[in-house]
T-cell receptor, first 119, second 111 residues
Framework: NAGVTQTPKFQVLKTGQSMTLQCAQD?????MYWYRQDPGMGLRLIYY???????DKGEVPNGYNVSRLNKREFSLRLESAAPSQTSVYFC??????????????????FGSGTQLSVL | GDSVTQMEGPVTLSEEAFLTINCTYT??????LFWYVQYPGEGLQLLLK?????DKGSNKGFEATYRKETTSFHLEKGSVQVSDSAVYFC??????????FGSGTKLNVKP
């Protein structure tokens, strides 16, 4: 029962470095999401993918890119890291059915998070 | 735009005390409302949800009622335990791809 798996768990970068956060889910979910969690601000949506082959911007997409590699995997890339991107990043997924099956789609399953520090 | 506002923490209670964490929302239409819980070092887990006005979500002794007239979804528990210590997030979803989370309320329960 792996659920949503994120790697790495911790990462320290220098300003200007790049990296990719990996996320995979084994629940056959259609939708996948990347959130960042900052103190006093809760979770903010960076990007999401409603289905394989589609991606859309969330509340705070600047400085990030995403790839929905296949139905299982959704990666988040920082091309040139900045100290403002220091945060905890969570991947999530939802939805095994069609859009009308809202009770299934509306439950988010989260990974355990990536603690990223940009110096 | 859609948003969720919840009470700031931390909230510190003694074991068996009554818990209320306030949550209000702003949204057009009829969103679904949720409470998620985050235990230390883990991702968020769904605690309960309500999908329409006057619905009551409940789980593990926690309850919340969807109040459209006051745009609220307050979390309550009659008797908290030390194991309830966590961060609690109120959230709404107006369509299944867009979830909006509050800033989280940390609960500390002392024995």
């Amino acid at each position: 029962n792996a659920g949503v798996t994120q790697t790495p768990k911790f990462q320290v970068l220098k300003t200007g470095q790049s990296m990719t956060l990996q996320c995979a889910q084994d629940m056959n979910h259609n939708s996948m999401y990347w959130y960042r969690q900052d103190p006093g601000m809760g979770l903010r949506l960076i990007y999401y993918s409603a289905s394989e082959g589609t991606t859309d911007k969330g509340e705070v997409p600047n400085g990030y890119n995403v790839s929905r590699l296949n139905k299982r995997e959704f990666s988040l890339r920082l091309e040139s890291a900045a100290p403002s991107q220091t945060s905890v990043y969570f991947c999530a997924s939802s939805g095994t059915g069609t859009a009308v099956q809202t009770s299934t789609n509306e439950k988010l399953f989260f990974g355990s998070g990536t603690q990223l520090s940009v110096l | 735009g859609d948003s969720v506002t919840q009470m700031e923490g931390p909230v510190t209670l003694s074991e068996e005390a009554f818990l209320t964490i306030n949550c209000t929302y702003t949204a057009t239409g009829y969103p679904s409302l949720f409470w998620y819980v985050q235990y230390p070092g883990e991702g968020l887990q769904l605690l309960l949800k309500a999908t329409k006005a006057d619905d009551k979500g409940s789980n593990k002794g926690f309850e919340a009622t969807y109040r459209k007239e006051t745009t609220s979804f307050h979390l309550e528990k009659g008797s908290v335990q030390v194991s309830d210590s966590a961060v609690y997030f109120c959230a709404l979803a107006r369509n299944f791809n867009k979830f909006y989370f509050g800033s989280g309320t940390k609960l500390n329960v002392k024995p």
